[in-house]
């Protein structure tokens, strides 16, 4: 069974410039999150979608952040304009149940982002 | 406070060591706690659950102190592929299906 699919796994940008993630989850996940690794830290979640709906984005910075899941399946986070300090990793992870219910969270490889 | 807490490490240890790491959570109405290993430039995977009564598998041990709010993770018999950082997970009480990752803990097992 595939995995958590992201892309691209590199990127390096200029401050300013806009930058999009894409990430399709494990078939049949209806649980889509996002998260933002900084060296060091552990993972810290961005965004969570239960199907379309973003049903938890408290910790995306709206100013520059967004995030879209249209059809309930595949996830595009975009940041627009860039700035250094997002620098870091961005993963994307999937489970398969809804809200109350532990479901083991699976993460794609991530996207890591270099913003010069 | 962090939400989760870990020592960083790194912890460098022989082959065949016996090694333990600790974790301390703020919020004592979570309720799941998870441990996940990450390699290098690799994602998470999770370990292991922990439960109330303390749990096993293989080589690695978890235990739970709801009272202190404490979790450990036990790896006995160290092998050189259990190099990694170990990531101390617990839910969010308030938010349901939000996971709270610990900074980590670097483990290098060396022959």
């Known amino acids: 069974e595939a995995g958590v699919v992201q892309s691209p796994r590199y990127k390096i940008i200029e401050k300013k410039q806009p930058v999009a993630f894409w990430c399709n989850p494990i078939s049949g996940h209806n649980t889509l999150y996002w998260y933002l690794q900084n060296l060091g830290q552990g993972p810290e979640l961005l965004i969570r979608y239960e199907n379309e709906e973003a049903v938890d984005d408290s910790q995306l910075p709206k100013d520059r952040f967004s995030a879209e899941r249209l059809k309930g399946v595949d996830s595009t986070l975009k940041i627009q304009p860039a700035e250094l300090g997002d620098s870091a990793v961005y993963l994307c992870?999937?489970?398969?149940?809804?809200?109350?219910?532990?479901?083991?969270?699976?993460f794609g490889p991530g996207t890591r982002l270099t913003v010069l | 406070r962090k939400e989760v807490e870990q020592d960083p490490g790194p912890f460098n240890v022989p082959e065949g060591a016996t090694v333990a790491f600790n974790c301390t959570y703020s919020?004592?109405?979570?309720?799941?706690f998870f441990w996940y290993r990450q390699d290098c430039r690799k994602e998470p995977k999770l370990l292991m659950s922990?439960?109330?009564s303390g749990n096993e598998d293989g080589r690695f041990t978890a235990q739970l102190n709801r009272a202190s709010q404490y979790i450990s993770l036990l790896i006995r018999d160290s092998k050189l592929s259990d190099s990694a950082t170990y990531l101390c997970?617990?839910?969010?009480?308030?938010?349901?299906?939000?996971?709270?990752f610990g900074q980590g803990t670097t483990l290098q097992v060396k022959p």
């Open positions: 922990v439960y109330s």
């Open positions: 992870a999937s489970s398969g149940g809804g809200a109350g219910e532990f479901d083991e969270q699976f």
């Open positions: 919020n004592s109405a979570s309720q799941s």
């Open positions: 997970v617990v839910n969010s009480p308030s938010n349901t299906g939000k996971l709270i």
